[in-house]
């Protein structure tokens, strides 16, 4: 929650920080703002609202200078306008924060006592004016910026000007995320990667309690007060992975990304001999598992779930599936067997996080599943069971997608990976599963076509304001997230339920206005769905069913089809995500929503 920029080089800084929120923007759009340091000194635009408003500004009151630090914002302490729009100034220092001051209240007493006037009613702006009491004392920026930080408690990703150091500036960062990028003759720090990419590849992820200088010919990272040596990634993202490619929004680029992205999960993964490489993550540490917990919230949940019954069918290891955020509070009744996982997209959710750590702390074994490069969460893994990196690229519409389906594809070679570490699955049987793995991609290819149908059905579908979505078996989970993809970006309410739970409460709500999307599978449970929609037929509930080919005579049942290819049990909930990303994504644009920043909504949540 809220994306940070930093420049220094020789450019406009005002539209390299611009440009750079653009791709941040997924992390909070209440606000946003930048400081720049030029030939006037330091000088800074702020906006309430969304990006292109403060762009709207920049136009009419142009900055100058070639340093700068900029902002988007996802409101936490103070209400989302002007005066608690970033970046935060006192004197000739301005600051860009992301994170939460736990003491901020305490700093602020004090520091008010010392004289100065607070603005705004962010925990931020304590961060200012402590810098500048500091620099007042005659430190120089970097001193005064190491000494501040000793001092607040939470979580930070800061970068922090001072117009009487116009050719430098200092970030630090304490439980966020933040990335150094080293360029000629420019370098940029940012709280992820796609605001970089347009100017290096060469990256340093900075490490928990760093802190930068940086100048235009290089930069000197320090850890407590020591220079230290922090190696530089190079990054093979293309800058283009960060656009919309021609697509009306992210969203929709990144459903029909999915293939490709499924694809990228797969690559370098999959042995000739049924075998499964996941290189960051040792198998060589689950010796004697007997129980595994997955922890995640939202999207990530669902996976989860469907997580639960690959590894409990693939590997036979008994699974519970958690809320982080109720996880972390429980007791943990733990044994040496037990194994926690993180799911995590964003690679920083506090809880999933939080839940992480206390585990870890008792001596717990703990691994995760992340899209994000070293995340908090792949580091905080890593030497332990250590990280699964999805590899699904960078996601920028904030309701996921592909996230979700890498996640499922994660978790099927975990399951596999698992079962062939502990010799519960033969040879044959793990390369006939990889076979199914492999063709995975082309049956989303073929799935995705059903865009322009479920399109056509959207003027429908957008005519009702409550849904249920129901599923059975590996498809409830699925039914979850396709009523909280339509609820987050369309905002019709929408609830997933189990179908057999139907007659034990929901069904009291059937009317004529009140739709049922239904997914019955090829498998088992399909004539047990089936009976389950009848019933709701029988209600006057209007239906849109989901099935796989072959099922064309379950139309009787629906007042609209759609049909997704056939394909192993096991993939269903790969292949049925789709259809309800796509649903909710032609609903929500049918109804003229803002579907790659839905209110109230940031993509990443880094506050409980
Ligand atoms: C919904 C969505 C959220 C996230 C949740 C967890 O579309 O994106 O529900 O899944 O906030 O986020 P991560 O996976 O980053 O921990």
Not at 368 to 374: A, K
Request: charged share 25%; glycine share 10%.
């Amino acid at each position: 929650m809220c994306g940070i920029v930093g420049y220094i080089g020789s450019e406009s800084a005002a539209e390299v920080l611009v440009d750079g929120l653009k791709t941040l923007e997924y992390r909070g759009y209440d606000s946003a703002g930048v400081a720049v340091i030029g030939a006037q000194g330091l000088d800074r635009r702020r906006a309430e609202g969304k990006l292109k408003n403060l762009s709207k500004r920049l136009r009419a009151e142009p900055l100058s200078g070639s340093l700068g630090i900029g902002h988007t914002r996802w409101a936490t302490h103070g209400r989302p306008n002007e005066t608690n729009a970033h970046p935060h100034r006192s004197g000739s220092v301005a600051v860009v924060h992301n994170g939460i001051i736990e003491n901020y209240a305490e700093l602020r007493t004090e520091l008010q006592a010392g004289g100065a006037v607070f603005h705004s009613e962010t925990d931020t702006e304590v961060v200012a004016h402590l810098v500048a009491s500091l620099r007042d004392q005659g430190m120089d920026l970097k001193t005064a910026v190491e000494s501040a930080i000793k001092r607040l408690e939470g979580a930070y990703a800061i970068a922090v000007v001072d117009e009487d150091f116009p050719d430098e500036f200092i970030a630090a960062r304490l439980a966020s995320p933040l990335i150094l990028a080293l360029g000629e003759g420019e370098n940029l720090v940012a709280s992820d990667l796609p605001a970089v990419l347009p100017y290096t590849r060469d990256v340093v992820f900075l490490e928990e309690g760093d802190l930068a200088h940086i100048r235009r010919d290089g930069v000197t990272i320090y850890h407590q007060g020591e220079v230290v040596e922090r190696q530089s990634k190079h990054i093979k993202w293309s800058p283009a992975a960060a656009q919309k490619g021609g697509y009306k929004h992210f969203m929709l680029k990144e459903i029909f990304e999915q293939p490709r992205a499924i694809s990228d999960t797969l690559s370098g993964r999959l042995g000739q001999n049924g075998e499964v490489h996941l290189e960051h993550f040792d198998f060589g540490r689950v010796e004697g598992v007997e129980h595994i917990s997955l922890v995640a919230c939202g999207t990530s949940w669902h996976a989860a779930l469907v997580g639960r019954d690959l590894i409990e069918n693939i590997a036979g290891i008994p699974v519970s599936v958690e809320y982080a955020h109720e996880y972390r509070y429980r007791r943990h009744l733990m044994g040496a067997g037990d194994l926690v996982l993180g799911i995590s997209q964003s690679g920083e959710t506090a809880d999933t996080l939080a839940a992480l750590g206390e585990v870890k702390s008792q001596g717990v074994r703990v691994g995760c599943i992340t899209n994000v490069l070293e995340s908090a969460v792949a580091r905080l893994c890593s030497d332990s069971l250590g990280v699964i990196y999805t590899h699904a690229g960078p996601e920028i519409g904030v309701a996921s997608t592909k996230a979700f389906t890498t996640q499922m594809v994660s978790l099927h070679l975990l399951a596999l990976g698992l079962a062939r570490q502990l010799g519960r699955i033969s040879a044959e049987r793990s390369k006939a599963e990889i076979e199914d793995l492999r063709h995975l991609p082309h049956w989303m290819e073929q799935t995705l076509e059903a865009s322009k149908d479920i399109a056509e059905l959207a003027p429908f579908a957008s005519e009702f304001d409550n849904y249920l979505f129901l599923g059975r078996g590996t498809l409830f989970p699925v039914a979850l997230e396709g009523a909280l993809k339509l609820k987050e970006i369309s905002y019709l309410h929408a609830e997933g339920y189990a179908s057999g739970e139907m007659k034990h409460g929901p069904i009291a709500l059937i009317t004529e206005q009140f739709p049922t999307v239904a997914l019955v599978g090829d498998d088992a449970l399909k004539a047990k769905a089936v009976s389950n929609i009848e019933e709701i037929k029988a209600r006057g509930g209007p239906v849109i069913l989901v099935a796989s080919e072959g099922s064309e005579e379950l139309a009787r049942v629906a007042d609209k089809v759609v049909l997704v290819p056939k394909v192993p049990e096991r993939l269903q909930p790969v292949i049925y995500s789709l259809p309800m990303q796509l649903l909710a994504y032609h609903v929500a644009d049918h109804l003229g929503t803002d579907v790659d920043q839905p209110r109230n909504l940031a993509k990443s949540v880094t506050v409980e």
